[in-house]
T-cell receptor
């Protein structure tokens, strides 16, 4: 069965520190997609990035960067020079088929609560 | 307004009552989803719909009923609410294509409390 593990339940940093949120996934599917979503204190879920299993290039968007490594089944998310507005719960998610199945499903990790203190 | 909306945003009900949570999207997305978010469990899929009149169970469907008579609406009904259904409910939608891997867009959520 597919699974997403975000081992860090909570992280607390001081503003301007760099922080990396870990995401490890499990799937037997060879074609899959990985996502990151942000849930700020206001509660809505905001899409951040989608990456397919064939594209291992790292991606940078402003202060955000993502490191996808198939060899370790990881899709980690780094925030550089963190800001108070980055405080949120961050979810990693996997889009893949269950073993032997034909239906894709989106499986979320349990999230990491990031608190950035001034 | 364009986007995906949910109503009500907050609801308090009593055990045994029927409750319907509404979801409306203006993008004409084919797919719509209902999730519940609980501490320690993250987001879990309740039901989803691939198109009008096509629905299917997700991970935790027991106690819930859905319908989709129109593409833009996807109501979720708790036929007889239980305390274990106290949760935050999110509706989401996505366009078809890309092998189904298009990102899902989420509504603002409905916080439901069952007393």
């Amino acid at each position: 069965a597919q699974k997403v593990t975000q081992a860090q339940t909570e992280i607390s940093v001081v503003e301007k520190e760099d922080v990396t949120l870990d995401c490890v996934y499990e799937t037997r599917d060879t074609t899959y997609y990985l996502f990151w979503y942000k849930q700020p204190p206001s509660g809505e879920l905001v899409f951040l990035i989608r990456r397919n299993s064939f594209d291992e290039q790292n991606e940078i968007s402003g202060r955000y960067s993502w490191n996808f490594q198939k060899s370790t089944s990881s899709f980690n998310f780094t925030i550089t020079a963190s800001q108070v507005v980055d405080s949120a719960v961050y979810f990693c998610a996997l889009w893949a088929r269950n073993s032997g199945g034909s239906n894709y499903k989106l499986t979320f990790g349990k999230g990491t609560l990031l608190t950035v203190n001034p | 307004d364009a986007g995906i909306t949910q109503s009500p945003r907050y609801k308090i009900t009593e055990t045994g009552r029927q409750v319907t949570l509404m979801c409306h999207q203006t993008w004409s997305h084919s797919y719509m989803f209902w999730y519940r978010q609980d501490l320690g469990h993250g987001l879990r899929l309740i039901y989803y719909s691939a198109a009008a009149d096509i629905t299917d169970k997700g991970e935790v469907p027991d106690g819930y009923v859905v319908s989709r008579s129109k593409t833009e609406n996807f109501p979720l009904t708790l036929e007889s609410a239980t305390r274990s259904q106290t949760s935050v409910y999110f509706c989401a939608s996505r366009a078809s294509g890309s092998g189904g891997a298009n990102e899902q867009f989420f509504g603002p959520g409905t916080r439901l409390t069952v007393l």
